[in-house]
């Protein structure tokens, strides 16, 4: 692995979890059940951008290997205080996932500026929010099924 996947590994799975461990003290429930729903999520995701070729991440010799510091990080810890806020405030679900998915295309607006991250085969970053809003309306659809359910009582 090496230096070349040492930014991935900091930035897209250390600094999200120190940030998200809270959760396993405030909203455990919340942390176990949507964290690795979206963390299939984004791997499926991210499989379908590299086997298209749609994008590439840096190290881009690692191809698939070098975001999985981000499926298993940021992405579902985002997600997480997605649902947690959803949960504890009195704001349109809706409206903070539009919020949260424009805040993690921005996060890749800056992948692409940095040349982290490289779109081709007509991807933009259009399709990215597309590509975000989707995930993180599924976790939401998720989570009012879990509450039915009644995994949060």
Known sequence: MGDLMIFNVIVGFIIPWISGIVFYFTDRKILFTIAPFQSVIAFTVNSFGFFYKFWIIYPHEYSKFASIPYDLGIYPIL????IHYINKTKLNPYLLIMIVTIFTTFLEWLGILSGKVLYSNGWNLGFTFISYLI???????FYIQLKKMKIFD
């Open 135 to 141: 995930p993180y309306l599924l976790n939401y659809w």
């Open 79 to 82: 997600s997480v205080y997605l």
